[in-house]
């Protein structure tokens, strides 16, 4: 037959095609993780003189948007309220000049993602979250902090123990601005030793409770104990 | 979108066919160009690669996310769309005519690779001339048709493996070096980039050539068509007024003779067991 002539002539060039492409993909899953260390470091001056904002597609090096929910409030000073309730003496509803008043503490740290992103020496600063527990006075029963988003869906937890180093900030100021819309403002926790994660943007309500409650990705096969390096299953280096 | 069926020219089985010269247009010769198997692969594979492509996108470009949010459910969606992807392929490799349509993807011959290098020659009048001397040697496929098939499928193929090791990797036991995990997301990101410039391509091809449309939409072509872009494969189409032989006119679905047949036939509405 005519087609069977056809078909049976030339080189099988397409399947050669297929098999390099696999093979090419298996080397990048040996060495992508290095490659793209490299390309980090040649992205990050770009980015920082890009005005057009372009170099931002590059999927390298940047920070990355994640809500889980279809859509978040945008609350400014006016009507910005973090609630701080529970197990303490002195519950209280902060605004954002409250926040404002109490001591900054400035943290220069990394943040890096679960999935794998790290964006280097982020100028973090805000209230440490310990200054504002000695502030509403945790009371001995207390055992751990659940934190839930204005956005409606996410919660998140630490022991009182986590809650309590000088590396947990409330952050009000993060990349030399005020914490944008984006990435969580203008409230969000910055835990420096875990996974991003663990970090709550639109910080809504700390509540201090007796016993730990996982939180939204936790309840979804995340670690309850987020430490960098230590946990999910991940050997990244700490921050 | 699912293939659609209808007569190219409404014909009664049994009613004897009227050749047309192609080449002047007469318009009702029509080829067979793809059976049933090879549509509905083309089709569901392009309804995965699109969910993939605009989840993907949800998920890696951050204008794009929060505008949507909701991410674990387009997560989700882009999770099976991905392992979705091969199915089609491997449903219809039980089909002889679509594994000769892979068959003829595969191969190159030797006026592919000159054609190839048509395309790639410096100065628009040298290219110009050397594409039309490389015209006469298309088969069923174009060279570039068979690298865009090749491309997609190989994609398919690393973007399955380095999705599932980001999925499933932390579950494996022992767990999966951090490195790797890193390494796959990198591969994953950068060739979802090379997919939807492959893509974009394709459609842009498409959206150059109406009658292409309709080949892989009907599964049939007019003859004029085939002459004019697939003439090595269209050898015995182009000359539509050799006898034709009420079998192949009647006959079609599985013999593997008729199916991908390149000789004339009026068009009509398929066999159900196409």
Known sequence: MFTEKVASEGTPVGRRIVLGMVALGAAGIAVGARVERVLERAIDPVRRNDPTGLSDLVPIGNFRYYSVTSSVPRLGPADYRLRVHGLVDRPRTLTLADLGAMRQTALVRDFQCVTGWRVGNVHWSGVLLSDLLAAVGVRPTARALTFRSFDGSYTESLTLDQATRPDVLVALRMLDGPVTHDHGGPVRLYIAPMYGYKSIKWLGEIEAVDHVTPGYWEQRGYDVDGWIGRSNGRDDDPV | ?274
């Open chain 2, 1 to 274: 979108m699912t293939p659609s069926e209808f007569p190219v020219v409404p014909t009664t089985p049994g009613e004897p066919a009227v050749p047309s010269d192609p080449g002047r247009g007469g318009g009702s010769a029509s080829v067979r160009r793809f059976g049933r198997a090879t549509r509905l692969v083309h089709w569901t594979t392009a309804a995965a690669m699109g969910s993939c492509l605009i989840t993907g996108a949800v998920l890696l470009l951050p204008p794009l996310a929060e505008l949507v949010g909701r991410r674990r459910l387009v997560e989700t969606i882009h999770l099976y769309s991905g392992l979705a992807l091969p199915i089609p392929m491997l449903v219809a490799a039980g089909a002889v005519s679509y594994r000769r349509d892979v068959r003829a993807l595969n191969r190159f011959t030797t006026s592919d690779g000159a054609w190839l290098r048509a395309r790639l020659r410096f100065g628009a009048w040298q290219r110009a001339r050397a594409r039309g001397a490389t015209a006469g040697g298309v088969g069923k496929f174009n060279a570039g048709q068979k690298l865009y098939a090749a491309f997609v499928a190989g994609s398919i193929l690393v973007m399955l493996g380095t999705g599932v090791l980001m999925r499933w990797g932390p579950d494996l036991p022992g767990g999966l070096p951090d490195a790797w995990r890193t390494g796959s997301t990198f591969v994953h990101d950068l060739l979802a980039y090379g997919l939807f410039f492959g893509v974009a391509g394709h459609l842009w091809m498409a959206a150059h050539d109406p009658i292409a449309r309709v080949g892989i939409r009907t599964g049939t072509v007019p003859a004029w068509w085939a002459a004019r872009e697939h003439p090595a494969w269209t050898t015995s189409a182009a000359r539509p007024h050799r006898t034709l032989d009420e079998d192949t006119l009647l006959t079609d679905g599985d013999d593997p003779t008729s199916e991908d047949d390149p000789a004339v036939r009026p068009g009509r509405a398929r066999s159900p067991r196409g």
